[in-house]
């Protein structure tokens, strides 16, 4: 992938953000569990987020790819702190399409500039692949949409400001088509959060979201009523590549630190570099990685060019974060029992990027996805007898 000089500016930019501000503090952060907004404030204020949003409401009308190369680099150095600009690039997006001017020019500076940070509520207890089979209560009273429901599993979930909920406005029978979408204020009254004891990225705060009697106006609604489903479905083409560029960023730091290391650990005399036996599995994971970086790139570039992406972003979702996990794992190894301290962070950004194995899209959702591109919805079709 060929970058720009503007594009260039930017990743250098970002790159020294997260090497010398997150990076050094990646480890402290995980073990407060918070996630500290003075950060988001600071990158808002550099520039690095919602880059490939309208100038109009903040952001530099820069290609997706620009954005593509912030989320790899700020993940070099906090894989977590990463998520924030790709939530407000996706979730921006789908404001930006679907809601009245009124409501992009409210929320969408205020999540560029770091101010307001913004969840997505689509999974439920009952389901998470299968979005459209959502059960979250909306129904219209006057002028109002009322919410009654749990979702679950919802990033920045005890931190967020406001979140995207979609929630069921037809009938249980009508699948993705009863599906509407609203803009809700997190201290909207009648909304409550819950906390999970996650195995990693413990700063995002992952968990549950209830609405009681929660009056959300008509004019927070995104798109028409009944045809919300469609509208976050078209951003996760986008966000998957953006997921799979993270995890390339977060092992790409574990592979740099094992290259350096290989080259100051001696054994038998000679530096553990000069072992077949321990450069070859980081030079396969280098491969692997530059390979995913290749194909994430392709595919935001396609979707910048308003080309067909769909299977592209769901081929680099599934491999991104297994692919990030294994290269991370075998660079732990390099270190020996040194990798296997907690004072090293291969440990905490194995447990980050596993995560994004599930969240997002299971392997298995992504493939099915693939498929489907390949020989229609043939492929997701099953026995119902």
Not at 130 to 158: H, N, P, Q, W
Not at 174 to 182: D, P, R, V
Not at 284 to 296: F, K, M, P, T, Y
């Amino acid at each position: 992938m060929i970058f720009n000089d503007d594009q260039l500016a930017i990743r250098d930019l970002a790159r020294r953000y997260a090497r010398e501000k997150l990076a050094p503090e990646y480890q402290a952060r995980d073990k407060s569990g918070v996630l500290d907004r003075s950060l988001i404030r600071e990158m808002g204020e550099l520039g690095l987020m919602g880059v490939d949003l309208p100038e109009s409401v903040g952001g530099l009308g820069a290609p997706g790819v620009t954005a593509g190369l912030i989320a790899e680099e700020l993940a070099y150095g906090d894989f977590n702190v990463s998520a924030v600009p790709v939530g407000v690039s996706l979730l921006g997006a789908i404001i930006m399409s679907s809601g009245s001017p009124k409501l992009a020019e409210h929320w969408i500076p205020r999540m560029i500039s770091g101010e307001t940070l913004m969840g997505v509520c689509v999974t439920e207890p009952s389901g998470g692949s299968d979005a459209s089979a959502m059960k979250l209560r909306c129904r219209r009273d006057g002028d109002f949409y009322v919410l009654d429901g749990e979702k679950t599993s919802i990033t920045f979930a005890d931190c967020a400001d406001a979140f995207i909920v979609f929630a069921r406005t037809g009938s249980p029978e009508s699948g993705a088509a009863g599906i509407t979408a609203l803009v809700v204020p997190a201290d909207t009254p009648g909304v409550a959060r819950t906390r999970f004891n996650d195995v990693g990225s413990h700063i995002i705060g992952r968990g549950s979201v209830f609405f009681a009697d929660v009056r959300v106006p008509i004019e927070n609604r995104l798109g028409k009523e009944n045809q919300g489903f469609t509208h976050v479905m078209r951003g996760f083409d986008f966000s998957r590549a953006l997921i799979a560029l993270q995890c390339v960023g977060c092992a790409q730091a574990s592979l740099d630190e094992a290259w350096e290391y290989t080259k100051a650990r001696t054994a038998f005399n000679a530096p553990i570099a000069s072992y077949q036996g321990v450069t070859f599995p980081l030079v396969e994971g280098d491969s692997q990685i530059a390979a995913v970086r290749q194909l994430s790139y392709h595919a935001v570039a396609l979707r910048d060019a308003s080309l067909p992406h769909t299977a592209e972003a769901a081929m680099v979702k599934w491999m991104g974060p297994k692919t990030a996990f294994d290269v991370i794992h075998q660079c732990l190894l390099t270190f020996g029992h040194y990798g296997w301290s907690m004072d090293l962070p291969h440990q905490q950004r194995m447990r980050d990027v596993m995560g994004l194995e599930i969240g997002d899209g299971t392997a298995g959702i992504m493939k099915l996805i693939v498929a489907r591109e390949r020989v229609g919805r043939i492929a997701v079709q099953y026995d119902k007898r």
